[in-house]
């Protein structure tokens, strides 16, 4: 469906001025002042976000006792833990056929991510207390209706509001990549945050050495958890990419990309909360799924990098065909 219009403006020949009518732009002093006074409110709603995103940040580090700023061992096994997520991001990254999108977009993705990551933290703790009196069949329904729709969507919301209304968000895959990069950062985040709660955990079990090696051991399963997010979110940011494109079907392509994001997320904690596998068990579950999902992300990716290959090589003029002299 196209643009909506008033039916005088249908029916207007051109020869009517309708401003204030049925049509407007902004002419007179308080149209633009109304002008100015929207930007800053939308403006404003950002950095309130922001803020109270930050602020809840550092009450939730404080609150569990956050050890990383005395301890720079835990921010070495968080950064270590965070490899094969950025590697995942970087590889999307190159897979993108068009202009590669610059560094500085990128890191504000990554660290907005960071910051929106307490809401969902906040958010699954004070939701999950009621589906925890349902056994089983609650704790499945908390990953479908809480854990996945709201960790997806805070992802997302950190590409959207920054990345999204900018110059450098030039194609559909574009939101795949930022999507990525995005999911990287609540990895790094969510990873911090485990490793430091089972290294105070262990406090009490022995020295140092002891709850250095419970980290250790929590920093590399949370490695191979780490790239689910960039998956997901790579789902989630693609459709977003095509809804910017799209924009008359722009809510539906993002509820769609939402829909698929935290669908798989959600069958992937209610898998690993069921089985009840060992280390190794979840290490190979994860190598299975991830690489599943990851593998038809990239399959649309390769979709669109294969189209655009075709279209550009069809814009390309052709050499002349040779002539012959008689």
């Keep these: 469906m196209g643009e909506r219009r008033d039916p005088l403006q249908e029916r207007d020949d051109g020869e009517q001025d309708l401003y204030d009518v049925a049509t ?14 929207h930007r800053g409110l939308k403006l404003v709603s950002i950095y309130v976000v922001i803020a109270l995103a930050f602020a809840l940040l550092v009450a939730q580090l404080a609150a569990s006792g956050y050890a990383i700023v005395g301890n720079p061992s835990l921010g070495v096994l968080t950064l270590l833990s965070s490899v094969p997520a950025l590697a995942l991001a970087w590889f999307l990254w190159r897979a993108d056929p068009t202009v590669k999108e610059p560094l500085g ?10 910051l929106f990551a ?18 089983v069949v609650g704790i499945v329904l908390y990953f479908f209706l809480v854990v996945g729709p709201i960790e997806e969507s805070v992802k997302l919301l950190a590409v ?4 999204y209304r900018g110059d450098t968000f030039q194609t559909v895959v574009d939101g795949a990549v930022y999507g990525a990069v995005a999911g990287l950062g609540f990895a790094t985040i969510e990873n911090s945050l485990y490793i430091t709660r ?5 406090a009490s079990a022995g020295g140092m050495g002891q709850q250095l090696e419970v980290a250790a051991g929590t920093a590399t399963q949370r490695a191979f958890v780490g790239p689910g997010h960039v998956i997901y979110s790579g789902f989630a940011g693609y459709y977003l990419g095509l809804a910017k494109f799209n924009p008359d079907d722009r809510g539906p392509i993002v509820v769609k990309g939402l829909l698929i994001a935290a669908l798989i997320h959600a069958t992937y904690n209610t898998l690993v909360g069921l089985l009840g596998l060992s280390f190794v068990g979840l290490l190979g579950f994860i190598l299975l799924y991830d690489g599943l999902f990851g593998y038809l992300l990239y399959r649309k990716l390769a979709r669109y990098r294969a189209a655009y290959g075709e279209a550009s090589a069809e814009q390309s003029p052709q050499p002349a065909e040779p002539t012959s002299e008689d």
């Design 24 to 37: 407007w732009e902004p002419r007179s002093a308080l149209d633009r002042a109304a002008v100015g006074i």
């Design 105 to 114: 977009p990128l890191a504000v993705t990554f660290l907005l991510s960071v």
């Design 118 to 135: 307490s809401f969902a933290a906040v958010l699954n703790t004070i939701l999950r207390i009621p589906f925890e009196l349902v056994p």
């Design 160 to 163: 959207r509001l920054f990345a």
């Design 198 to 202: 089972e290294f105070l955990a262990a």
